[in-house]
């Protein structure tokens, strides 16, 4: 390849093109029309500034979108009209905005050991200051209706789902082995979602559950759980026969999953109905 040279326009950004290494610059070999193998992960200095001089003017459009201009002001005379930013004002906002870890175009494209060691070493060293400044933040705590809230949406949430499912089981003759999988991945995320409702109902403080008074529900989101776990049995144990080809079993398991479903239909809406009555009495009592 023959080397190509260019004018700089401003020193931050070395020009040259890729030279041959142990690790060829995946860019260059695109650029050739040579398939990457196993090993081209490398970069040149000369894509390695382009990439730096792309970022730059990244930041300078997002910049712009902030501040809600339709242009950002170069720092030179000769930048023509319309321009987001020149090459040159990209160089500088490279050379003025490197972070506390060096300078991007000043890395190494191979590091030794050592380098790659004493790189590894301040990354940690960073980590470590950030964790010690949150250490004296004050974290936020969820009121109680924020959190009852959320507990709520992440049940009722899953109600179009929980409905389509049974629609399929419902109507299809011809259950696939995907279609269980599926079904039992969306089913195990709600009974998830019951279990960590009722073990936050069941760990309120004294004042909490005198003034929410969630007993009814608690009982509902155990019975609520007891029929997701026999459904989600029913399934596996559909899905088992289908893997080895046991068609009564199947037929069997799939007349017996549409009538729990109705059952489990009928419990999700008693149980969000209450939910969300639970919701309503604790913002009331705000108010």
Known sequence: MQEQHFTPLAPALPVVMATTSTSPCAWCLKEQGIA?????????????????????????????????????????TTTPGGTLICDACASKMIEAENDQFGDESEVPLVLTPS???????????????????????????????????????RIAGRRRVLSNIFLIFRDDLTIFPGQCQEAAAHLIALRRAAQDAQRFYSALDPQSMKRVQPWGTIAKLADFESQLTELLLCIVAMLEAM?????????????????????VLISFEDLTSQLRALLEKVQEAKL
């Open 115 to 153: 380098e790659r060691a004493a790189m590894t070493s301040r990354v940690n060293q960073w980590h470590v200051a950030q964790r010690e400044q949150r250490v004296g933040q004050p974290h936020r705590s969820f009121t109680l209706r924020e959190r009852m809230n959320g507990h709520y949406w």
């Open 243 to 263: 893997k080895e080809d046991q068609v009564y079993t199947r037929i069997q398991m799939h007349v017996v999953i549409r009538e729990l479903f109705q059952e």
């Open 36 to 76: 990457a193998g196993e090993g081209s992960h490398g970069i040149c200095a000369f894509h390695h500034a382009h990439m730096l001089l792309q970022a730059a003017r990244r930041r300078a459009a997002r910049a712009v979108q902030r501040q809600g201009r339709a242009v950002v002001p170069c720092q030179c």
